[in-house]
């Protein structure tokens, strides 16, 4: 079984796990509620992190989303994810926060799961890639760098991308493709090429 195989399985799991808290919910235990934002508490507090850069406004901003999703649960349809509509809601609410500020900086440092298929070495490398590429892609303009955060870091498929952001799939290809040649340009002394 390879690294790939494990992501799939996990996401699979999660994805289960998270219809029936959500399903829960709906049935009136506001306790599932609390369990389900735990799994994404960290996600969406990296993302006000990259937007609103305090802890105090981020905390703020995570208490916002989560009670935005919870008033919206009813409304959810399952047409994506849970994960991808509940990072939608942070992206508008990161955005609509930073209309005001016009403040931006990728940072996102979610903790990932623990890399099941990888050997301490393989890990220690996928680390250090990470933290190189999370400092080069302070450097991108903005529009480039919240998508290929949400490619790279959260690990969202294009679709999930473009339900995300509201951009139209010709556009996320783009960014990304852009943000990956710079990103190559970038990192070439990282990797001695």
Request: aromatic share 12%; with cysteine.
């Amino acid at each position: 079984m390879n690294f790939e195989s494990f992501e799939r399985i996990e996401q699979t799991i999660a994805n289960t796990r998270d219809k029936l808290l959500v399903k829960s919910v709906l049935g009136g235990d506001d306790r599932s509620f609390a369990i389900l934002s735990s799994f994404y508490r960290k996600r969406i507090a990296a993302m006000g992190m990259s937007f609103l850069k305090n802890e105090e406004d981020t905390a703020d901003f995570v208490q916002n989303v989560f009670i935005k999703a919870y008033n919206n649960l009813p409304q959810f349809k399952w047409v994506s994810s849970f994960s991808t509509w509940l990072t939608r809601i942070a992206y508008n609410t990161a955005i609509n926060e930073t209309t005001r500020r016009k403040v931006y900086e990728p940072i996102a440092n979610e903790d990932s799961l623990p890399s099941l298929g990888m050997t301490p070495e393989e890990a220690q490398i996928r680390e250090a890639t990470k933290a190189a590429v999370r400092e080069a892609v302070k450097e991108l303009p903005e529009k480039y760098a919240v998508c290929i955060e949400l490619y790279f870091f959260y690990d969202n498929s294009y679709e999930e991308i473009c339900a995300i952001t509201g951009l139209n799939m010709n556009t996320v290809k783009s960014h990304i493709f852009r943000a990956k040649k710079i990103l190559r340009e970038k990192l070439r002394g990282f990797y001695g090429k």
